[in-house]
């Protein structure tokens, strides 16, 4: 008797799934968690192990996260565009830590600090000063800027090789230090 198409695809599906080697199915450590998920997994620790002030730190991000989701209109976002944004979560919280420090608010310098901290754990770990020259002088030399006005060309290309990994005024000092500004 012959096998109809679909029962054929159903055993093909569940001849694979037995053959499939499980380990497959768990992520291992050089899988990259998707930033989502890292924040809801740290958000569900926090409330087990009652940290409040870690929690409201969490629930910041992703609320930020998920507003930027609903202004562009899309339902995944990726990982550059959410460094991006907790870049600019993160120089907020250090300006704001700094007026607070300025007008004698330690208590809420200290919260800003704090989550500023937080923060600074979902980014890439930061380059060096060195390294960041050594960045910088490898895109002058393959821009071939010598000039104050090829500094657009440089920081374009700057920003995107360390996107996430170094401050843009930092990357603009470096660059106007090579090009002699």
Excluded: C, W
């Excluded at 754990?121 to 090829?150: C, F, H, N």
Aim: charged fraction near 40%; hydrophobic fraction near 40%.
């Amino acid at each position: 008797m012959p096998v109809s198409p679909f029962v054929f695809l159903m055993r093909e599906i569940l001849l694979r799934r037995k053959l499939r080697d499980p380990a497959e199915d768990t992520p291992t450590k050089t899988q990259k968690m998707a930033l989502t998920e890292r924040i809801n997994d740290d958000m569900k620790t926090a409330m087990r192990a009652k940290d409040k002030s870690r929690l409201e730190a969490l629930r910041a991000i992703k609320s930020a996260l998920m507003l930027e989701a609903t202004k562009t209109g899309k339902a995944e976002h990726d990982d550059g565009e959410d460094i991006k944004l907790l870049t600019r979560l993160l120089k907020q919280r250090r300006d704001s830590e700094k007026i607070y420090r300025e007008q004698g608010r330690d208590d809420l310098a200290d919260e800003e600090a704090f989550q500023a901290e937080v923060i600074a754990g979902y980014l890439p770990e930061q380059v060096s000063r060195e390294e960041l020259e050594r960045v910088i002088d490898a895109i002058i030399a393959e821009t071939g800027a010598k000039y104050m006005k090829d500094m657009g060309r440089v920081m374009g290309r700057a920003n995107a090789e360390l996107a996430g990994k170094a401050e843009g005024k930092d990357i603009a000092d470096a660059v106007k230090a090579r090009l002699g500004a």
